[in-house]
């Protein structure tokens, strides 16, 4: 069984945790794994430049996450962090005040940069900080291309939010996405996000061969704008998914209407659509219809919308969607893998 999984930090990292663990239940090898393949293809769209290194947040998201090491109190980072050379940053006037680099994270983002100044490719990069913990899952970048997401905002909504607006920036009309993110917590209301020279972008090496070659492909319940939105417009991606024999079977990270971890729900209305299971399920569409999808799977608290989708051409079904535990997260993993397998059945991809 080949799995590839389209995936952001959060969100993404405990489906793929689940995904892991459901594939060790039902395709247990001889050592406690699985023998079942499972590829993660990672948003890269949050990656940024900063106080001289580079960071790739939801790459080290998962890569913490699966390998036992992160901070699971905070939903992020390192578990035992400490924050001294933040602080030494800080008095130097380094970097972004508001933005904490732990220590040990700051390791990872050291190693990371002294392997791309030395001609490593990120997706290079990513394979040999996988080889520090045995994660069960191969981790790929989407793509190596720096497609770092900036945020449009109406210079008047900024001086607004803004007592004291920055020196330099008081009609700056946009930031980089963690700007926007952690400094302003996204409340000032975002127009556009562009990820700057996805156009000339490609997938990385291994991805549009991890889609072409897998059993079933699932978009992991992640930020719909930012991270499953920046994975699908990197050129030739969309191409990949449409062509591939695998079924694909999408799991909703809106639950009742809410996005239950996170802020998606402020990224959502810039690209026009309603924060609801029925509203992402539509705005990612069928594959009949040229949309990603041949089933999307969404909370039993939504069931309603599965039933509107189903009427509308796009196979919907529903199944408990919070991930509180593992154990929670691998029977939606576990649902996700039937659907395929149902979906499959009636378009005839199977994979095969
Ligand atoms: P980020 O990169 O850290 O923002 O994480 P992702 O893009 O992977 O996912 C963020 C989204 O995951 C949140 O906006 C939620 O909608 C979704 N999410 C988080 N926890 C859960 C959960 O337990 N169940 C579901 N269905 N979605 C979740
Ligand atoms: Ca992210």
Known sequence: MRITVLAGGVGGSRFVR???EECARRWPDSEGGTEASVTVVVNTGDDIW???VRLMPDFDSLLYSLAGVNDTERGWGRAGETERVSAELREWGVGWPWFTLGDLDLGTHLA????????LTPSQVGERLQ?????????IPATDTEVDTYVHV???DLAAHDAEPPAGAPTRAEMHFQEWWTRYRATVPARAFRQRDIESARPAPGVAEAIADADLVLV???NPVVSIGTI???PGMREALAATSAPVVGVSPIIGGKVV???ADACLPAIGVETSAEAVGRHYGSRRDGGLLDAWLVDETDAAAAAALNADGLHAASAPLWMHDLDRSADLAGAAIDLGREAGRTTGRTGD
Not at 131 to 139: K, S, T
């Open 220 to 222: 992991a319940p992640s």
């Open 50 to 52: 900063l106080s001289g």
């Open 112 to 119: 990371r940069t002294e392997w791309l100044r030395t001609g």
């Open 232 to 234: 699908v417009s990197i």
């Open 154 to 156: 109406d210079a008047a």
């Open 18 to 20: 689940g995904v892991r």
């Open 261 to 263: 971890r996170g802020m």
């Open 131 to 139: 080889r520090r913990w045995p994660l069960g899952v191969r981790l």
